[in-house]
T-cell receptor, first 113, second 113 residues
Framework: ELKVEQNPLFLSMQEGKNYTIYCNYS?????LYWYRQDPGKSLESLFV?????AVKQEGRLMASLDTKARLSTLHITAAVHDLSATYFC?????????????FGKGTKLSVKP | GAGVSQSPSNKVTEKGKDVELRCDPI?????LYWYRQSLGQGLEFLIY????????KSGLPSDRFSAERTGGSVSTLTIQRTQQEDSAVYLC???????????FGAGSRLTVL
């Protein structure tokens, strides 16, 4: 059974600081997805990482994928309050192309002034 | 439509009643997914449709849950004889198919009293 584990599950950080969220998964997959969820809202796609070594950046967020280690990271640089949200990583259930995503439990990020 | 539309946005029902939740995917999206998000939990995969067929129903928690999709478009998730543990936000997502990014709807919040 595919397992997707994120850590930490809760993260409180000050504005201007850097931090990394980790996502481990238990089966072979060459793609990984990151989503953001604001309170009371639905999920918004952030990144799709499609191969080993893939790195994508958007603003203060940078995601990377190591398929050999079955690990993805989401790095936050110089956090600002607007980044406060819950971040989910997800992996395709069959490691392939059906899009049945299995999600981690999410990392709730709170950025304080 | 412009996005994934779900209705109702909120539903309060009594234990033992049946409920129907509706999802209208983005026009042209062949793949449709239902997920459940319970308080403090991650997203739980329920069912996946490709066109009108459901190749993966493995996430449906019990035989009280069923879903159908007609005309390759609108989908209905039906929960019979609701229980309190069914209380959750039910999220629908669609994609063009394959390993494309899922676009989520705003969700239907179900409360079973």
């Amino acid at each position: 059974e595919l397992k997707v584990e994120q850590n930490p599950l809760f993260l409180s950080m000050q504005e201007g600081k850097n931090y990394t969220i980790y996502c481990n998964y238990s089966t072979t997959s060459d793609r990984l997805y990151w989503y953001r969820q604001d309170p009371g809202k639905s999920l918004e796609s952030l990144f799709v990482l499609l191969s080993n070594g893939a790195v994508k950046q958007e603003g203060r967020l940078m995601a990377s994928l190591d398929t050999k280690a079955r690990l993805s990271t989401l790095h936050i640089t110089a956090a600002v309050h607007d980044l406060s949200a819950t971040y989910f990583c997800a992996v395709d259930k069959y490691g392939g192309s059906q899009g049945n995503l299995i999600f981690g439990k999410g990392t709730k990020l709170s950025v304080k002034p | 439509g412009a996005g994934v539309s779900q209705s109702p946005s909120n539903k309060v029902t009594e234990k033992g009643k049946d409920v129907e939740l509706r999802c209208d995917p983005i026009s042209g999206h062949t793949a449709l997914y239902w997920y459940r998000q319970s308080l403090g939990q991650g997203l739980e995969f329920l069912i996946y449709f490709q066109g009108n067929s459901a190749p993966d129903k493995s996430g449906l928690p019990s035989d009280r849950f069923s879903a159908e999709r007609t005309g390759g478009s609108v989908s209905t998730l039906t929960i019979q004889r609701t229980q309190q543990e069914d209380s959750a936000v039910y999220l629908c997502a669609s994609s063009p198919g394959g390993a494309n990014v899922l676009t989520f709807g705003a969700g239907s919040r179900l409360t079973v009293l």
